[in-house]
Structures are given as structure tokens and as C-alpha cells.
């Protein structure tokens, strides 16, 4: 069982930045892709960016490529999102999730969860 905790959501002005942070609670956190996801209000969860266990490679969807990066630290059983460039659509609840695959973008090859954070920008 791994249990992840995202923070550093917030309401940003429109061009601004935030970094999400998700921490996990176990050591075996390196053995794991991770990947964050984004759902708005009425709309289903999507992948926004993906990292593979040892941090070298990582995979983004095309709405957040060049703005937004993914990076992780195994060391401190923590994964990031910096987001830059931010606009008023990628307002959503963002959702770390950790997979056992080697790495993916779909929803269901994730095995654990955390409970999300509340991104809300402005134009």
C-alpha cells in the first residue's frame, strides 16, 4: 500500500506558476512510474504527465508539453508538477497516482491515489 498526499495547489492569475508537490509514504515509492492526471468540473479524469522510476524519462500530453514539468526525487519519496504558462483551462483538481508499469498514460494502470489538490486559474 502506497498513500500519496499532493499540495501546492492554489488560484493563480492566468500566465503564472505553481509547483504541486506529491509525497508518498513509503520507501518503496522508487519502484514505482508516477504520473499526474487533472479533472474539471463535468469532465473526466486525463493524464497530464508521467515519469518512469528512475526519473530519466518522462511523457507529457500534448495540452501541458513545454509548460509544464515532471520530476521526482526517490530519495524523498516525492514527485513534482511545475507548471508555467498557466491558463484558465487548466483549472482542475490534480490527482498524483502511482503505477507499477513502466510507465503509462492510462487511468486504470494506476494502482494508488492521492486525494488531489484544487488548481483554480484566472483569466
Known amino acids: 500500500q502506497v498513500q500519496l498526499v499532493e499540495s501546492g495547489g492554489g488560484l493563480v492569475q492566468a500566465g503564472g506558476s505553481l509547483r504541486l508537490s506529491c509525497a508518498a509514504s513509503r520507501r518503496t515509492f522508487s519502484i514505482y512510474a508516477m504520473g499526474w492526471f487533472r479533472q474539471a468540473p463535468g469532465k473526466e479524469r486525463e493524464f497530464v504527465a508521467a515519469i518512469v522510476k528512475s526519473g530519466y524519462s518522462t511523457y507529457y500530453a500534448d495540452s501541458v508539453k513545454g509548460r509544464f514539468t515532471i520530476s521526482r526525487d526517490n530519495a524523498k519519496n516525492t514527485v513534482w508538477l511545475e507548471m508555467n504558462s498557466l491558463k484558465p483551462e487548466d483549472t482542475a483538481v490534480y490527482y498524483c497516482?502511482?503505477?507499477?508499469?513502466?510507465?503509462?498514460?492510462?487511468?486504470?494502470?494506476?494502482?494508488?491515489w492521492g486525494p488531489g489538490t484544487q488548481v483554480t486559474v484566472s483569466s
Open positions: 497516482a502511482a503505477s507499477s508499469r513502466t510507465i503509462t498514460t492510462i487511468k486504470r494502470e494506476y494502482d494508488y
